[in-house]
């Protein structure tokens, strides 16, 4: 068993294994590793964090690592580089370990880390994950307590079909092994059972401030566009957006115009969209220029599939729209109920049309405020609190 800290110790470092690079999130990706991650840095709990580079699995990926991670120049100071690793502090508090060396040897390489971490002083330490394509590291790495942040199903990702049954079986050792489990949404929980001990259900949330800034510059992509506009931000991808629900929007709306911010993963399904003079694809937008494209749009939907990938999700897009205020329309994916003062629902496309158009007809100035003043309970700080609040009770 992890040997437990003193409760006189006020602060600890954090190990977390990321499911994204941090050379992603400085170039404007935003997930809820980053979000979390954020937060970390500024708790006044937090002495330093180490955050491990998303580990790849494949050679293909182990390339793309190499290239975008380690030969790539990096803010800040590089304290270690060799032929398969490099280690640097883009700031005072924060050092990232980029590394392929796992594909030869993940043994080795937490081997090699749990040896830095020793030499560097990480004490007191929360080794907190969100990757569940191998969980060695509980085995290898020396810590107080240990977190796994579930974000979605992986076992459902369409990016991890072929490994579908070792990722399941990573989840039974992470049930096993990590002290405490967040998840997205109750089905969560499923993925765990029977596990009933320190697994917590922690939502998704929003950087309220980042939002609400108002950017009196309109990026020109968007400032041609006409209103009303009906806007999406997320990935566009088969098992996550219900593509015939966007369709049957522009076919209704033909004088409105569908924004679609996001990359596309599917190029049958970009030549699917572009056949509609109504759909704008503007592709994938950096973080920092999220709150711009936002408030922009005069309605934002989400259009989600119901299926066995979206039952585990939690949409971050509905936190940062009403963020900006706007009105919402969404199919009924988890998460959802606890919006259902500030946001319309439904699951026919017929439904999901008349409300888009009522959202569009009844939108008020006091109605954008009620938004904004009820998605103020749920900024990623009060959420990493709560987080925090849970790992307190077992240091």
Same mark, same amino acid.
Request: charged content about 25%; hydrophobic content about 35%.
């Given at each position: 068993?992890?040997?437990?800290?003193?409760?006189?110790?006020?602060?600890?470092?954090?190990?977390?294994?990321?499911? *994204?690079?941090?050379?992603?999130?400085?170039?404007?990706?935003?997930?809820?590793?980053?979000? !979390?991650?954020?937060?970390?840095?500024?708790?006044?709990?937090?002495?330093? &964090?180490?955050?491990?580079?998303?580990?790849?699995?494949?050679?293909?990926?182990?390339?793309?690592?190499?290239?975008?991670?380690?030969?790539?120049?990096?803010?800040?100071?590089?304290?270690?580089?060799?032929?398969?690793?490099?280690?640097?502090?883009?700031?005072?508090?924060?050092?990232?370990?980029?590394?392929?060396?796992?594909?030869? *040897?993940?043994? =080795?390489?937490?081997?090699?880390?749990?040896?830095?971490?020793?030499?560097?002083?990480? =004490?007191? !330490?929360?080794?907190?994950?969100?990757?569940?394509?191998?969980?060695?590291?509980?085995?290898?790495?020396?810590?107080?307590? *240990?977190?796994?942040?579930?974000?979605?199903?992986?076992?459902?990702?369409?990016?991890? =079909?072929?490994?579908?049954?070792?990722?399941?079986?990573?989840?039974?050792?992470?049930?096993?092994?990590?002290? !405490?489990?967040?998840?997205?949404?109750?089905?969560?929980?499923?993925?765990?059972?029977?596990?009933?001990?320190?697994?917590?259900?922690?939502?998704? $949330?929003?950087?309220?401030?980042?939002?609400?800034?108002?950017?009196?510059?309109?990026?020109?992509?968007?400032?041609?566009?006409?209103?009303?506009?009906? $806007?999406?931000?997320?990935?566009?991808?088969?098992?996550?957006?219900?593509?015939?629900?966007?369709?049957?929007?522009?076919?209704?709306?033909?004088?409105?115009?569908?924004?679609?911010?996001?990359?596309?993963?599917?190029?049958?399904?970009?030549?699917?969209?572009?056949?509609?003079?109504? &759909?704008?694809?503007?592709?994938?937008?950096?973080?920092?220029? *999220?709150?711009?494209?936002?408030?922009?749009?005069?309605?934002?939907?989400?259009?989600?599939?119901?299926?066995?990938?979206?039952?585990?999700?939690?949409?971050?897009?509905?936190?940062?729209?009403?963020?900006?205020?706007?009105?919402?329309?969404?199919?009924?994916?988890?998460?959802?109920?606890?919006?259902?003062?500030?946001?319309?629902?439904?699951?026919?496309?017929?439904?999901?049309?008349?409300?888009?158009?009522?959202?569009?007809?009844?939108?008020?100035?006091?109605?954008?405020?009620?938004?904004?003043?009820?998605?103020?309970?749920?900024?990623?700080?009060?959420?990493?609190?709560?987080?925090?609040?849970?790992?307190?009770?077992?240091?």
């Amino acid at each position: 068993m992890p040997k437990k800290i003193q409760k006189s110790e006020k602060k600890f470092d954090v190990v977390m294994f990321s499911m *994204s690079s941090y050379g992603e999130w400085d170039n404007g990706t935003s997930n809820r590793n980053f979000q !979390i991650f954020k937060q970390l840095k500024n708790n006044p709990k937090i002495d330093k &964090i180490l955050t491990v580079d998303y580990l790849p699995y494949t050679i293909k990926r182990a390339l793309r690592n190499y290239k975008e991670n380690i030969l790539a120049n990096t803010k800040g100071i590089v304290i270690k580089k060799s032929k398969f690793t490099k280690i640097y502090q883009p700031e005072e508090k924060i050092t990232v370990y980029s590394t392929i060396s796992n594909i030869l *040897s993940m043994k =080795k390489m937490l081997h090699d880390l749990n040896k830095y971490l020793k030499k560097n002083g990480y =004490k007191n !330490i929360i080794l907190w994950s969100y990757y569940p394509i191998n969980v060695e590291y509980f085995n290898e790495i020396e810590y107080s307590v *240990s977190v796994f942040d579930t974000v979605d199903n992986w076992c459902e990702h369409a990016s991890y =079909k072929k490994i579908k049954n070792k990722i399941a079986e990573n989840y039974k050792k992470i049930k096993e092994k990590a002290n !405490i489990i967040f998840v997205l949404s109750k089905s969560g929980e499923e993925i765990f059972s029977p596990r009933k001990d320190n697994i917590f259900h922690i939502t998704q $949330g929003v950087d309220l401030a980042h939002y609400m800034m108002k950017n009196k510059l309109i990026n020109n992509d968007i400032a041609k566009i006409n209103h009303p506009i009906i $806007g999406y931000v997320g990935i566009i991808q088969e098992n996550r957006i219900n593509l015939d629900l966007i369709e049957y929007i522009a076919k209704k709306n033909l004088d409105k115009s569908i924004v679609l911010i996001g990359p596309i993963w599917n190029k049958e399904h970009e030549k699917l969209l572009k056949a509609h003079s109504n &759909i704008y694809l503007l592709g994938k937008k950096a973080y920092k220029e *999220s709150p711009d494209y936002i408030n922009q749009f005069d309605v934002g939907i989400i259009p989600h599939l119901l299926n066995d990938f979206i039952k585990y999700t939690c949409p971050m897009k509905i936190y940062e729209y009403l963020a900006c205020g706007i009105p919402v329309v969404t199919t009924d994916a988890p998460g959802v109920e606890q919006f259902q003062d500030v946001v319309s629902v439904a699951n026919d496309f017929e439904k999901f049309n008349i409300l888009i158009q009522e959202e569009l007809n009844n939108n008020s100035q006091e109605q954008i405020e009620n938004r904004i003043k009820f998605i103020k309970d749920h900024t990623w700080e009060k959420k990493v609190d709560q987080m925090l609040n849970h790992i307190q009770t077992l240091l």
